[in-house]
Nanobody, 113 residues
Framework: VQLQASGGGLVQVGESLRLSCAAS????????MGWYRQAPGKQRELVAH???????YYAGSVKGRFTISRDNAKNTVYLQMNSLKPEDTAVYFC????????WGKGTQVTVSS
């Protein structure tokens, strides 16, 4: 099993990023897939998830700014992040909901003011 997140970077407040997570070794199409993040000194938290049918959930802190989507044919889940804030700074990971797989390395997102 491999969960490979990418697309992070250093951006300014108000800018956007699009994260991707490619999954291999799992039956991707049947899992609820989520994006999680972990900021320095904080616990990892669920940011958003999407079902195989496309239904979505967002944490209150990102609702209206982030959009999660998936492409089952490519075994990939995406996170479009708009209007980024300094408090969005974290390492972002993908995994199933509930968590079933070993964590990948994640991708660093840094929002500078």
């Amino acid at each position: 099993v491999q969960l490979q997140a990418s697309g992070g970077g250093l951006v300014q407040v108000g800018e956007s990023l699009r994260l991707s997570c490619a999954a291999s070794g799992i039956i991707f199409s049947i899992d609820i897939m989520g994006w999680y993040r972990q900021a320095p000194g904080k616990q990892r938290e669920l940011v958003a998830h999407v079902t195989s049918g496309g239904s979505t959930y967002y944490a209150g802190s990102v609702k209206g700014r982030f959009t999660i989507s998936r492409d089952n044919a490519k075994n990939t889940v995406y996170l479009q992040m708009n209007s980024l804030k300094p408090e969005d700074t974290a390492v972002y990971f993908c995994n199933s909901v509930p968590i079933k797989y070993i964590w990948g390395k994640g991708t660093q997102v840094t929002v500078s003011s």
